[in-house]
């Protein structure tokens, strides 16, 4: 079974930067879309950045022009490059698969357990 464990988090000052990522146990090539959500304290979980398998981003608009994700097939990665970070974008960020077949395998949607993101003075 494909496991997504992110790293990357921490406690960041306003404008500050992080790079989350995202490592897949086995090979992610043949999964399409992957995305990063983020869950704050007492608020919905939400769709922060998508990235399809033809390479198409999309971004909600509260980190357009800061945060870039991004993937690395080679080495099983995704990745969310967060810039000018502010304390609104304190959440775990969790990264997201869709369901993929691998050869004779086929998977479910797959969630990463998550990793917190503080951004404090």
């Known amino acids: 079974q494909v496991r997504l464990v992110e790293s990357g988090g921490g406690l960041v000052q306003p404008g500050g930067s992080l790079r989350l990522s995202c490592a897949g146990s086995?090979?992610?090539?043949?999964?399409?879309?992957m995305a990063w959500y983020r869950q704050a304290p007492g608020k919905q979980r939400e769709l922060v950045a998508t990235l399809t398998s033809g390479g198409s981003t999309n971004y909600t608009e509260s980190v357009k022009g800061r945060f870039t994700i991004s993937r690395d097939n080679v080495k099983n990665m995704l990745y969310l490059q967060m810039n000018s970070l502010k304390p609104e974008d304190t959440a775990v960020y969790h990264c997201y698969a869709d369901p993929h077949c691998s050869g004779d395998v086929c998977y479910g949607r797959l969630w990463g357990q998550g990793t917190q993101v503080t951004v404090s003075s």
């Open positions: 086995r090979s992610i090539a043949s999964i399409g879309n």
